[in-house]
């Protein structure tokens, strides 16, 4: 990248800031989704992208990654021993929880959901099987599902599905995970759920006619948080909706405002040029806020 130092300035700053009080300091929880675009060997070894998504992970209290595509497994640990090492005010601050490599044939992704550890733990995880709908080839990636406690917010257990779906079936994939959250459901007692990540929902993939027949969608106890007019792209071309964040349950959709979502512009940011910013993805991470649990006036 041109203008290394300043980026780096830049994303040392936030960092700094972020990790010493603005993120972590209060008890409120953001929560990321983020398609981090074919991370693996290659893309590790580029620092100042690098910089970047580690700027972008300390923005966050739980970021969701998709597109890990790691063969070696090496990348990944890689990227949290830097994260600890270098963006983290303390010890091992930050965990994560991975999936198995998961995909058809020889293409294989990877799901992983990192997190600040003294905000939050995990209580179960579950890969679920395309097998339990009937369907042996329902998902191109099954979700990988986190049951999460955080005791510093309102809601304080929520379950998160992840999704990345291929566009071509993304119509098929997204009114599926409406089975899934019903075996969630079934399986769990948290009653809160967030439902997030690369639905491939816009620009021809998902049809406006098409949205009446998917379930996520016409199910009115699901709030969609982001609307079909937001980018979530960082190219110049595109201007799609691709990145979602739907919630479910009285209690989680009253602890999110929906002024909170933010689907984080890097590229301005941090000044990058549009080659410079797709170096390190074409996506743009999507952030919720749950708000923090009222404070004990005793």
Known sequence: MSGG??????????????????????SALKICTFNIQSFG????????????????????????????????GKAFPQLM?????????????????????????SYKEQYAFIYRQRLVSVKEVYQYPDTQ????DAFSREPFIVWFSS??????????IPIHTTPD???????????????????????NVIIMGDFNADCGYVPKKQWSSIRLRSDTS?????????????????DCAYDRVVLHGDKMIQAVKPTSLDVFDFRQAYGLTELQALAVSDHYPVCITVNAAPRNRG
């Open 133 to 136: 709908l009937g369907d042996e």
């Open 169 to 191: 079936t993304s119509v098929r994939e997204i009114n599926e995970l409406y089975d899934v959250f019903q075996d969630v459901k079934q399986r769990w007692t948290s009653k």
């Open 41 to 72: 060997e290659k893309k590790i070894e580029k620092q100042e992208v690098v910089g970047v998504i580690l700027a972008l992970i300390a923005r966050c209290d739980i970021m969701l990654v998709m597109e890990i595509k790691d063969l070696s």
């Open 81 to 105: 021993t830097q994260l600890n090492s270098d963006y983290s005010s303390r010890k091992n601050e930050y965990n994560y929880v991975i999936s198995d490599r998961l995909g058809r044939k």
């Open 5 to 26: 130092v300043s980026v780096w300035r830049v994303v040392i700053w936030l960092v700094l800031s972020l990790v010493l009080g603005l993120s972590g300091g209060g």
């Open 222 to 238: 699901f709030l969609w948080l982001t609307g079909d007019t937001i980018d979530t792209t960082v190219k110049e071309s595109t």
């Open 151 to 160: 005791p510093k917010t309102v809601v304080q257990d929520f379950v998160i």
